[in-house]
Antibody, heavy 121, light 107 residues
């Protein structure tokens, strides 16, 4: 069964940093683009960042550009999100998600259960 | 960024009734529109991709239609497990964007 397992969430002070990880299993990880999507408490879904299967191409939401960095280690089947200069508005559940198709990232067919990030002093 | 506007915000229906959810894009997204279902405390689940294709394991009562800027998700006869929040998402342009969601609640 295809699975994604996020980790690394927690409580961090404003201005601080955090690194999220997403361990993938039961599919050819390097063949699929991946995304991070977040959901603030009581709010809707917000796409955060995406990365191609090779890791060469990355995209970001305007709200995190310059502060967050997405990366992947295909030898370890793991996706990462480095989050710097964190703000209260970054407080959310962060989901990693697998691209439906192997060629482009348009839609997401497998999601992890999420990891919670809280930015507060 | 492409803005997706979902309507209505809340839909109050009874089991067995037909649900019609709308998603309108601020510019054309061709057919690159997906629908997700989310229940409380759970991750989203892909229902429909490329506007009208059901994802693996999704029951036939879920159908999608539309292209360009106007899209519809139809649930032909609501089952108790279908009461949830539904989001549309465009995969045409970066950044990817989601609509604000439609909550389908029991009347």
């Amino acid at each position: 069964e295809v699975q994604l397992l996020e980790s690394g969430g927690g409580l961090v002070q404003p201005g601080g940093s955090l690194r999220l990880s997403c361990a993938a299993s039961a599919f050819t990880f390097s063949s699929y683009a991946m995304s991070w999507v977040r959901q603030a408490p009581g709010n809707g879904l917000e796409w955060v960042s995406g990365i191609s299967g090779s890791g060469v191409t990355t995209h970001y939401a305007n709200s995190v550009k310059g502060r967050f960095t997405i990366s992947r280690d295909n030898s370890q089947n793991t996706l990462y999100l480095q989050m710097n200069s964190l703000r209260a508005e970054d407080t959310a559940i962060y989901y990693c998600a697998k691209s439906l198709g192997s060629t482009t990232l348009r839609h997401m067919d497998v999601w992890g259960q999420g990891t919670t990030v809280t930015v507060s002093s | 960024d492409i803005v997706l506007t979902q309507s209505p915000a809340t839909l109050s229906l009874s089991p067995g009734e037909r649900a019609t959810l709308s998603c309108r894009a601020s510019q054309s997204v061709s057919s690159y529109l997906a629908w997700y279902q989310q229940k409380p405390g759970q991750a989203p689940r892909l229902l429909i991709y490329d506007a009208s294709n059901r994802a693996t394991g999704i029951p036939a009562r879920f159908s999608g239609s539309g292209s360009g800027t106007d899209f519809t998700l139809t649930i032909s006869g609501l089952e108790p497990e279908d009461f949830a929040v539904y989001y549309c998402q465009q995969g045409s342009n970066w950044p990817l964007t989601f609509g604000g969601g439609t909550k389908v609640e029991i009347k």
